[in-house]
């Protein structure tokens, strides 16, 4: 057969040809009427229809990952409703739609469903327009059947639901070779589970001692044998929601039939497997029986022999899935579907807290159970026989049951785990974190007690960690429950304020009130408002953490103007800071990070991450108006960006995490590693003109702007910080030849874990307060500095932080102020990348620096710590470390400034990483 690249295949394919291929899917569309064909609302609960403005409300799926809009379809059946995207709404993990996007018990607003993506020889480069979209619906069951195909395959994805049974969905993929072109040796879809926002648990139903549970391989997706060590003999998977998101939901997902079809041959069934990861859950099918071994399920033997497979012009592959819902957020309302027959088996539990597991003696497990909120839990095994029960319950509490299950089921004995050890909580905002004293470990508070792993890693819940924030609300927890131990609360409120400090000991049954007396004020910041411009919640689809918790970690830690930026989703927080009662402390801005994760178009290697805000969302519209981004350029999307027609102030562009800690060059999040062209990183040793940084140059040939036009750039990103050295000299190369972008901090917090607030951007706002335009207009202008604890301010003459200072000479005064428990051991001050006063510190203070200059230039200042005592116990992993934006200096008082260049003799801050 001819290697051809098909055209969905191939990385470069211009934008020209997309514009092409979804024109023809428009016009397809529109020619063959791929309208809702739904019956009456009235006579049947059955649907499948395209959303209109009108019918909006009535078939959006609710939910924190609710992503359709206006132009999207619906399906449903009253129980069960779905939404599949239109043809040009780009996925997580795709070019193009015709995907299952939200998913959940009709008007639930549960929805937590990401994408299932389809897959052609297992891999997202493959990837097919599609071409048509059609909504059809009879007395038994509705359907959305999408079609995608170019050159070489043809794909028909049809999701169906039925009268009955009402809370199952069905997918069926049909592939057919059309074409000459790449060999097809399977098909399948891939569930995304990033961060492990749904907690997968595989159950094998043919062989119960295969079972994995939460229990799955460490998976490196770029590794052709970790990936073969991944592939288990399971049957279905079950994704459990949330747990702290209400009302909780399960979904369960297993392959419902495999086998190739053959003109004038009866179909042949073919092997299927499944992978499942940290971030991902992948189920396909062989493109033929195997030559050798078993023609159901694929082991290493059938893996061996599926690079020599392929389906022939005329064929097809059929792979099908089953999806289902539970009611709960626990494998029992998933498995006792599967169970339906089998003995039932109930009880209850002093604590409704509890999670119940259940295994083989041998330790497979079997399912897991919620109780309900008197204890009471009940669930279905497929079969009678002995069975383990472990009831884990918050405060470190457990309890094993071993049970013998008879056909016709049981009740079991209470389940008495005890008084639990108690800590009562103070009613004042802070946050508060609880470290373990001698030989008590670090609590975690909020676990969600399913003790999912990857390889030896834990998966932790979103909201579990060993902190407490607090907001001073209503809404605000009261006590929290802990091991028995001995124990430390340290409470803070941010870096300008001071910690206080508890000791305290639990005994089993005991309780504690935490007694802290506020943190007080250490520092004062007049005119300098504390920004978040970086966060996610369970909105986006990588984080569980409820956004009104994750709002509260903000407020606990003194945060006053905060982005929303979830994954290619627009959502204001205003109304949930409003809800909280802190609409007096907070202003809440919306926003979106663009998430690119395919390479193909203009953009082989992607585009990376960027922030855009404000961003107001726009009602009715997919993903709430998120600007696409997949297979452009930089520059596209900041032409997308300026060219918004709203009311407010004209967004910002942020770049965000350009770089890696560890060198890699092309995976998809960081920007500046591969230039989203040529797959090479930048340089900041070499001019802007010369390979491969040219390519950042280049103006667009219809709106001129270049992939260098962003506003900002993240300096410091969470924990990141090996990434500093590396992403300043980026910055300094970019001002000295001109380029004037903004440099920021942020905490890009997704969970409990990550501290809320560090780093942060600190941004001089004057007499124009929290106002979101003032705050955007400073920004821009690099009005602000960035920090994880130690606070900065810095003048030349009068020109501060952002401003233009004229002269030939002045002097810097520097002002650094930090926390008691923030170390401080250096001083910097920078000329254009060059270090030209370095000064120890024991503290904060006042500092001034005489600085003269023979051209324009810059000045900008830093101050660093090593991470100790206090601040490396409270917030682990964190420098401390603050930077300002430049002071600019017109040294000639021509009235303009002209960028020094990129000099022979390279300064010190890209010396640093050559």
């Known amino acids: 057969m001819s290697q051809a690249a098909p055209a969905g295949k191939r990385a470069g394919y211009s934008r ?30 059955l649907h499948a229809e395209r959303i209109t403005p009108a019918r909006l409300e009535a078939l959006r799926v609710p939910g924190p990952d609710s992503d359709a809009g206006v132009g999207d379809w619906a399906l449903g059946n009253g129980t069960l409703c779905a939404a599949i995207s239109d043809a040009d709404h780009e996925g997580h993990l795709g070019l193009y739609g015709g995907t299952l996007i939200d998913l959940g018990r009709c008007g639930s607003g549960a929805d937590q469903w990401s994408s299932l993506q389809p897959l052609y020889d297992l891999s997202p480069d493959w990837q097919l327009p599609v071409t048509s979209i059609q909504a059809e619906s009879d007395d038994d069951a509705a359907r959305i059947v999408v079609v995608a195909e170019d050159a070489v395959l043809r794909a028909t994805t049809t999701f169906s639901v039925g009268v009955e049974p009402r809370g199952e969905l069905r997918v069926r993929h049909r ?11 399977a098909v399948g879809s891939v569930t995304l589970l990033s961060g492990a926002q749904l907690r997968p648990f595989s159950l094998s139903l043919e062989d119960p001692e295969s079972s994995r549970g939460f229990v799955h391989p460490e998976v490196d997706t770029g590794s052709i044998p970790s990936l073969l060590s991944a592939v288990i003999p399971v049957d279905a998977h079950v994704l459990v929601g949330g747990d702290r998101i209400e009302p909780g939901l399960a979904y369960g997902i297993r392959i419902g039939g495999a086998w190739r079809e053959r003109p004038e041959r009866e179909p042949e069934p073919v092997p299927t497997l499944t992978v499942t990861g940290a971030d991902f859950a992948l189920h396909a099918a062989l493109a033929a029986p195997p030559w050798l071994g078993s023609d159901h399920r694929a082991g290493l033997l059938e893996l061996a022999q599926m690079p020599f497979m392929d389906v022939d012009p005329g064929e097809a592959l059929v792979f099908e899935q089953v999806v289902w819902l539970g009611e709960r957020a626990d494998v029992a309302s998933v498995s006792d579907a599967l169970f339906a027959d089998g003995p039932r088996v109930s009880g209850q539990v ?24 008197d204890g009471h839990f009940a669930f279905r095994l497929a079969e009678a026989g002995p069975v383990v029960l472990r009831a884990v319950a918050p405060g470190g509490r457990a309890k094993r049951i071993e049970v013998e299950v008879p056909a016709e089921g049981v009740r079991v004995e209470p389940i008495e785990l005890g008084t639990p050890a108690r800590l009562r909580l103070p009613r004042e905002w802070m946050r508060i974190a609880l470290r373990g004293e001698g030989d008590t470990p670090d609590p975690l508070v909020g676990d969600d007690l399913l003790g999912l792993m990857s390889g030896e890693r ?20 009261t006590e929290v429950v802990l091991p028995p131990g001995r124990y430390r609360a340290l409470a803070t409120r941010g870096p300008e304020y001071t910690v206080s400090i508890e000791p305290f000991e639990l005994a089993a049954g005991g309780s504690h009130t935490l007694r802290l007396e506020p943190p007080v004020r250490a520092a004062e910041t007049p005119g300098w408002l504390a920004t978040e411009l970086h966060l996610h919640s369970a909105e986006s689809f990588d984080s569980s953490f409820p956004m009104p918790d994750q709002l509260r970690a903000f407020a606990a830690q003194g945060v006053e103007w905060v982005v929303a930026t979830e994954h ?9 800071i409003a809800a909280l009662g802190l609409g007096g402390r907070m202003v809440g801005v919306p926003g979106v990070e663009v998430t690119t994760t395919v390479g193909a178009g203009e953009a082989p290697y992607t585009i990376g991450h960027e922030n855009v805000f404000p961003w107001p969302p726009e009602p009715g519209a997919y993903r709430g108006g998120a600007p696409p981004a997949e297979g452009q350029r930089l520059r596209d999307l900041a032409h997308r960006v300026r060219s918004r ?3 407010g102030p004209s967004p910002l562009l942020q770049l965000n995490h350009a770089r890696a800690n560890d060198g890699r060059t092309q995976e998809d999040l ?7 062209v040529v797959g090479e990183p930048y340089e900041p040793w070499r001019p802007l003109s010369e390979e491969p940084n040219r390519v950042l140059l280049e103006p667009d040939p219809e709106h001129g702007l270049r992939d260098l036009d962003f506003d900002a750039m993240e300096l410091l990103n969470g924990t990141e910080r090996g990434r500093y050295p590396m992403l300043r000299a980026d910055w300094v190369s970019l001002l000295l030849q001109g380029e004037r972008i903004t440099a920021t901090a942020n905490s890009d917090s997704h969970d409990a874990r990550e501290t809320p607030g560090l780093p942060r951007t600190y941004v001089r706002v004057d007499g124009t307060g929290a106002d979101t335009e003032g705050v955007v207009a400073a920004l821009r202008a690099g009005r602000a500095y960035g920090t994880s604890g130690p606070l900065l301010d810095a003048t030349l003459g ?21 926390a008691p428990w923030v170390p401080v051991d250096e001083l910097r001050v920078l000329v254009n990348g060059e270090r030209v006063h370095v000064e120890a510190l024991q503290g904060g203070g006042r500092f001034e620096v005489p600085l003269t200059f023979e051209r324009d230039a810059f000045v900008t200042v830093e101050v660093e710590g090593a991470p100790r005592g206090l601040y490396a116990l409270i917030h682990p992993g964190l420098l401390p470390l603050a930077f300002s934006n430049p002071i600019w200096v017109d040294a000639d008082g021509d009235g303009a400034w002209t960028a020094p260049g990129l000099p022979r003799t390279l300064p010190w801050a890209i010396q640093q990483v050559r």
């Open 798 to 818: 009068e020109a501060g932080i952002g401003d233009t200072f004229v002269g030939s000479a002045g002097t810097l005064a520097i002002h650094v102020q930090a």
């Open 175 to 185: 592939v057919e070779r059309i074409g000459e072109g790449d060999r097809l040796f």
């Open 568 to 576: 290619d989703r627009v959502v204001d927080p205003a109304p949930v």
């Open 670 to 676: 960081y920007f500046l590693s591969h230039l989203g």
């Open 645 to 647: 027609d709203s009311a």
């Open 350 to 373: 002093d604590d409704p807290r509890a999670r119940i597991h259940v295994d083989r003696p041998s330790g497979a497990p079997l399912t897991e159970v919620r109780p309900e909120a």
């Open 16 to 45: 020209r040809v997309r514009a092409l291929l979804f024109s023809t899917a428009w016009l397809v569309i529109l020619v063959t009427g791929s309208t809702a064909r739904s019956a009456d609302p009235g006579s049947t609960p």
């Open 458 to 477: 834990p998966l932790l819940a979103g909201p579990a960690a060993s902190v407490v924030s607090l907001a001073g609300v209503p809404s605000d927890p």
